[in-house]
Structure formats: structure tokens, C-alpha cells
T-cell receptor, first 112, second 111 residues
């Protein structure tokens, strides 16, 4: 059974650009959530989608947005990139909202 | 607001010694608690999930306990091996839906 797949694995972008990250959950899982990991702040919750609906949102500016498609795949978009957006972005999938979360390998975003 | 603390921040033990990692949380209204392992630059690997109604979970050399009333969980790793070297993170899931993570314990097991 395939795990959670995140693409791309690495990205280098320039300040002011925008970026889209993709996450394919485990087959049959309907919940996808996104986290940002930095050395200074640790793991911080961005948002969670369940059956194409955003269920919860973390404390991030509106430049961070996401969506979920009917096949449960999710995308996260960051517009007007800032140096501080450099981080490892992790996606997690669950079968139901309170079950075990499984994470992907992450996308390493570097903003220069 | 839920806060999750992991002590110690770093730990170094000789191979064969048992590991004891601690996690505390301030709000006992949780659905579950999950322990993860993270290797440098990699994603998170789920180790154990304990539902709020459970007191412990075991998987191989790993055992995790949960005391919801005191806001504590402990992860025990028996007979540590160099391959156990990693950062271990605990996370609690509350009614607000998200996982709240601790800062992690960095473990080094020396041969």
C-alpha cells in the first residue's frame, strides 16, 4: 500500500514568487492536513481538509492557502514568498478525523 | 491553549540501555496522542497511537503510556540500538482538530 506522496521534494524560489505543493494521501484516506516545520518554531499546523472541505485552519497569513480535490489529493499554495517561508512542509493523511496520522517525506522549500 | 512539552531536549545513551522519553500536555481534553520518529531532513514516521481511553500501547521494543488526568505520556524503547538515533516527537489531537506537537527529544545511541 503506497504511503503519502509529496511533490516536489525540493524547491528553490525567489522572494515574491508563488509556489504550489502537492500531496497525495494514502488510498482511501479522506483527511489531509499540512504542517510547516522550521528550526525555530518546530511543527506548526497550517490547515486540514476532509472530503474537500477545510475543517480547521492554523494561525498563518492569507498568503497560505490550500484545497482538496474529489480524489482527496491536496495542494497548498503560498503567494508572495518571503524568506521566512523557507521550511520543510509536511502533509499528513488520515482515514477518519481521529485516527492515526501518516506523514509524507515533505517538501523542502528554500526562498532566496 | 494546549501546550506540549518534551523533556529532555536531547539524550545520549550507550547501546543496549533502555530509553525513556517524556511528553507533557496542559489540556487533558484530547482525542489521542501519537508518537513519531523523525530522521534528519525526512518526514515523520508514526510509532504508536494511544486513544484517550487507553492507558498504554505496545509495538515490539516500544511501549507508550498515557495518563490523561496528569497530562503525561512516556515512550519506552527497550534495549536501544544505534538505529534508534533520531528525533522523537509527541503530538496530541484535541477537539480543535489539529495535532499539537512538542519540540522533540533528539536521541543518540552510541555503539
Amino acid at each position: 500500500k503506497a504511503g503519502v506522496t509529496q511533490t516536489p521534494r525540493y524547491l528553490i524560489k525567489t522572494r515574491g514568487q508563488q509556489v504550489t505543493l502537492s500531496c497525495s494521501p494514502i488510498s482511501g484516506h479522506r483527511s489531509v492536513s499540512w504542517y510547516q516545520q522550521t528550526p525555530g518554531q518546530g511543527l506548526q499546523f497550517l490547515f486540514e481538509y476532509f472530503s474537500e472541505t477545510q475543517r480547521n485552519k492554523g494561525n498563518f497569513p492569507g498568503r497560505f492557502s490550500g484545497r482538496q480535490f474529489s480524489n482527496s489529493r491536496s495542494e497548498m499554495n503560498v503567494s508572495t514568498l518571503e524568506l521566512g517561508d523557507s521550511a520543510l512542509y509536511l502533509c499528513a493523511s488520515r482515514g477518519q478525523l481521529n485516527t492515526e496520522a501518516f506523514f509524507g517525506q515533505g517538501t523542502r522549500l528554500t526562498v532566496v | 491553549k494546549q501546550e506540549v512539552t518534551q523533556i529532555p531536549a536531547a539524550l545520549s545513551v550507550p547501546e543496549g540501555e533502555n530509553l525513556v522519553l517524556n511528553c507533557s500536555f496542559t489540556d487533558s481534553a484530547i482525542y489521542n496522542l501519537q508518537w513519531f520518529r523523525q530522521d534528519p531532513g525526512k518526514g515523520l514516521t508514526s510509532l504508536l497511537l494511544i486513544q484517550s481511553s487507553q492507558r498504554e500501547q505496545t509495538s515490539g521494543r516500544l511501549n507508550a503510556s498515557l495518563d490523561k488526568s496528569s497530562g503525561r505520556s512516556t515512550l519506552y524503547i527497550a534495549a536501544s540500538q544505534p538505529g534508534d538515533s533520531a528525533t522523537y516527537l509527541c503530538a496530541v489531537k484535541g477537539s480543535w482538530g489539529k495535532l499539537q506537537f512538542g519540540a522533540g527529544t533528539q536521541v543518540v545511541v552510541t555503539p
